[in-house]
Antibody, heavy 116, light 107 residues
Framework: QVKLQQSGAELVKPGASVKLSCKTSGYTFSTSYMSWFKQIPGQSIEWIGMIYAGDGGTGYNQKFKGKATLTVDTSSSTAYMDLSSLTTEDSAVYFC?????????WGQGVMVTVSS | DIQMTQSPASLSASLGETVTIECRASEDIYNGLAWYQQKPGKSPQLLIYNANSLHTGVPSRFSGSGSGTQYSLKINSLQSEDVASYFCQQYYDYPYTFGAGTKLELK
């Protein structure tokens, strides 16, 4: 079955960067797309962007350009998202999801807390 | 960006009741509309895609309808496990956008 396993919770200082991972199994990662999302607890969901694992091609929500960088490692069927220059406004739960128009299977989410 | 206006923000219903959640897009999204269920501390689970197609494994008491800019999710015969938040999402155009969500509780 399709599984997406995300890395554990992160506590980071303002101005720092963090790299989140999303390890997949149960489907052909190398010919699929992955989307990433942000959700502040109790609020709605924002789409950050997506990446095609076949060639690493990306598309971003303008709001997150310069904030998020998406990459993949097809040898380990893992997707990554780098978040840079973190501020308290980046504190949220981040999800990866297999992009199947629409996203159909989601990781469990990872809480990122930005605090000094 | 396409704005998704979802209503109501919260809903209280009894077991066995039928509930309906609405979503309006700021422009025609040509049935590029999905519904998700999210329970506290969990990830969203896809229920409906292409406005009216049931995702694999989703109970048939869930159904979607609509076209153009107006869409709805209906839950027949409400069960206790349906207590959750529900979100609509348009994937017709980038960036994908979501409704603000509907919190469904038992009366």
């Amino acid at each position: 079955q399709v599984k997406l396993q995300q890395s554990g919770a992160e506590l980071v200082k303002p101005g720092a960067s963090v790299k989140l991972s999303c390890k997949t199994s149960g489907y052909t990662f190398s010919t699929s797309y992955m989307s990433w999302f942000k959700q502040i607890p109790g609020q709605s969901i924002e789409w950050i962007g997506m990446i095609y694992a076949g060639d690493g091609g990306t598309g971003y929500n303008q709001k997150f350009k310069g904030k998020a960088t998406l990459t993949v490692d097809t040898s380990s069927s893992t997707a990554y998202m780098d978040l840079s220059s973190l501020t308290t406004e980046d504190s949220a739960v981040y999800f990866c999801a297999r992009e199947n128009y629409p996203p159909d299977y989601w990781g469990q989410g990872v809480m990122v807390t930005v605090s000094s | 960006d396409i704005q998704m206006t979802q209503s109501p923000a919260s809903l209280s219903a009894s077991l066995g009741e039928t509930v309906t959640i609405e979503c309006r897009a700021s422009e025609d999204i040509y049935n590029g509309l999905a519904w998700y269920q999210q329970k506290p501390g969990k990830s969203p689970q896809l229920l409906i895609y292409n406005a009216n197609s049931l995702h694999t494994g989703v109970p048939s008491r869930f159904s979607g309808s609509g076209s153009g800019t107006q869409y709805s999710l209906k839950i027949n015969s409400l069960q206790s496990e349906d207590v959750a938040s529900y979100f609509c999402q348009q994937y017709y155009d980038y960036p994908y956008t979501f409704g603000a969500g509907t919190k469904l509780e038992l009366k």
